[in-house]
């Protein structure tokens, strides 16, 4: 009888193991605007529990710059499995050249993998009316980074959220409350393959 209880406790041991996924990013993923519960992080962390944990270490107006700097306390204290660096758009708003953002991004990169956390990239894109070129070159960037680092690259999937009515708040640049699942949705499609991969038995 021992035997067994003791043959159930490791198995129930084995299938609890999940992933931590922190997020590092903005105020697309700091719920900037509308309720914290009803951001798409909440709302994706509910989805993927009991099995594997988020982590919302964003911060509303956050740089490259300033995740690069936060991002050695958070490996510290959280020990994820895999970080979501959603950075990059503030520095992009504000006409930051492009090769410090992609020096930025690629040493959080690094970073994270000399701690054993494997970074993932979430790819961003500018307004158009900050000049083509500018524009183009940075939505480009994260595609050679992703490329040049061999980092999973979640492509950006929100044109249509800006172009439909009641997605985007009075600002022109935050999403609203409604367009919070269709930006979990497209999260957890790239996140389940490579938590899936992941998995222990």
């Not at 083509?132 to 960037?141: P, V």
């Not at 022109?172 to 038995?201: C, M, W, Y």
Request: charged share 20%.
């Amino acid at each position: 009888m021992i035997r067994a209880l003791f043959i159930v406790l490791l198995l129930l041991c084995g299938t609890s193991h999940g992933a931590t996924v922190l997020v590092l990013g903005d105020s697309l993923s700091a719920s900037y605007g509308i309720a914290e519960q009803r951001g798409w992080i909440s709302l994706l962390s509910a989805d993927l529990a009991p099995r594997h944990r988020m982590v919302n270490a964003s911060i509303s107006g956050d740089t490259s710059g300033g995740g690069l700097a936060r991002l050695p306390r958070l490996l510290e204290e959280y020990s994820p499995d895999f970080v979501l660096i959603e950075l990059g758009a503030n520095d992009g708003l504000r006409g930051a050249p492009l090769g410090l953002i992609e020096k930025n991004i690629t040493q959080m990169i690094e970073l994270c993998r000399r701690q054993g956390t494997q970074p993932l990239l979430f790819g961003m894109r500018i307004p158009a009316n900050y000049g083509r070129r500018y524009s183009d070159g940075f939505a480009n960037l994260y595609l050679a980074i992703a490329k040049r680092t061999e980092t999973p690259l979640m492509a950006f999937e929100f044109a249509d959220i800006a172009a439909t009515e009641g997605m985007i708040q009075r600002d022109g640049l935050h999403p609203t409350a409604a367009a919070q699942p269709l930006i979990k949705n497209s999260v957890k499609r790239f996140l389940e393959p490579i938590l899936a991969v992941d998995e222990k038995p």
